[in-house]
């Protein structure tokens, strides 16, 4: 027979045991909920989910040999002063609108429904104006969404 005193310790041991479970569910689904995706976000309020090119071979490799974009996504190029930043399209396989960013975010200069390169060599794609940023997107974002030079777009959860 389970004396009074050996219940009310099983009683204990069942709360803080689901406690515990509790704790090791929530916590993790609490910290992916904190974990805030890359974004691009024009004035009409849409917004890019982005993935970030920081170093030398993630902008080199870009989107090349991708056979789609998610809808609302893109890719952000961050480089390492304000210049001149040429792209081109080898071996990249959708279409694409470019976008160049200034440091402050406004853009600074557009190419639409850039196609993938089928010539040798590739045709180069850039602007006159200095970029810190430059954005690709799928094809159609730029005229679908009213994005123009001279717009803001703020950045939002970009890694350093």
Not at 55 to 76: I, V, W
Request: aromatic letters at 8%; a negative charge; charged letters at 20%.
């Amino acid at each position: 027979m389970v004396s009074s005193k050996q219940k009310a310790w099983l009683f204990w041991i069942v709360v803080v045991v689901v406690l515990l479970l509790g704790v090791l569910l929530v916590v993790p689904l609490a910290l992916l909920a904190l974990e805030k995706k890359p974004l691009a976000c024009f004035e009409n309020d849409t917004c890019l989910e982005l993935e970030v090119a920081f170093s030398l071979a993630e902008r080199q490799q870009g989107l090349m040999h991708r056979t789609e974009l998610a809808q609302n996504s893109g890719m952000l190029f961050v480089f390492d002063s304000s210049e001149v930043h040429s792209f081109w399209m080898k071996n990249t396989l959708i279409p694409l609108d470019i976008i160049w960013l200034d440091p402050n975010g406004t853009i600074v200069g557009i190419k639409e429904n850039v196609v993938a390169c089928e010539e040798s060599p590739c045709p180069s794609y850039s602007i006159e104006e200095p970029s810190l940023f430059v954005l690709e997107t799928n094809a159609g974002f730029v005229a679908q969404n009213n994005v123009h030079e001279n717009q803001k777009v703020r950045l939002e959860n970009i890694p350093t």
